[in-house]
């Protein structure tokens, strides 16, 4: 059973002990990912990718001391919209894995995947909050869909 993540500062815990190579998945969750050929489809052909689609969680250079809570909230605040696109039963779940290509959306395609843990709603709340707290009105979701 894999445990779940409730809070930013846990996730930044689970961050600095794993180290760099964390992504974070939102699907039905590893059993059902892992059990289905450990792949991800390109949603506008279907074409079948190489590994699967997630997002990584690294720490990129140019953020240098800033808060970690605030970059971790901001890649997961990215595609929570995911949730709708896909259905009720999508949740974020992080795990480690190895970057084997990357897929139509420039999204790293990993294999070797080790799954860590749930992302919990609290949690989403939380990275919303946070994400708001910083008052752009130039940042948003990466959310392909148009809004009417």
């Known amino acids: 059973m894999l445990p779940t993540v409730k809070d930013l500062a846990e996730l930044a815990r689970l961050f600095e002990a794993e180290g760099d190579d964390l992504y974070v998945r939102w699907s039905r969750g590893p059993e ?5 050929s450990a792949s991800s489809r390109d949603g506008l052909t279907g074409i079948s990718l190489p590994g699967l689609s997630a997002n990584s ?7 240098r001391d800033r808060s970690l809570r605030l970059w971790l909230a901001r890649r997961l605040y ?3 919209h995911l949730r709708e696109v896909r259905g009720p039963d999508v949740r974020p779940w992080v795990l480690r ?27 989403l709340r939380e990275a919303r ?4 707290e910083q008052g752009s009105r130039e940042w948003g979701p990466m959310d392909r869909r148009v809004h009417r």
């Open 97 to 123: 894995g190895r970057e084997i290509a990357r897929g139509p959306d420039n999204e790293p395609l990993v294999v070797a995947v080790k799954p860590l843990a749930w992302v919990a709603d609290e949690v």
């Open 129 to 132: 909050r946070l994400v708001d």
């Open 57 to 63: 969680l690294r720490l990129e250079p140019w953020w």
């Open 78 to 80: 990215d595609y929570e």
């Open 32 to 36: 059902v990912d892992l059990a289905d």
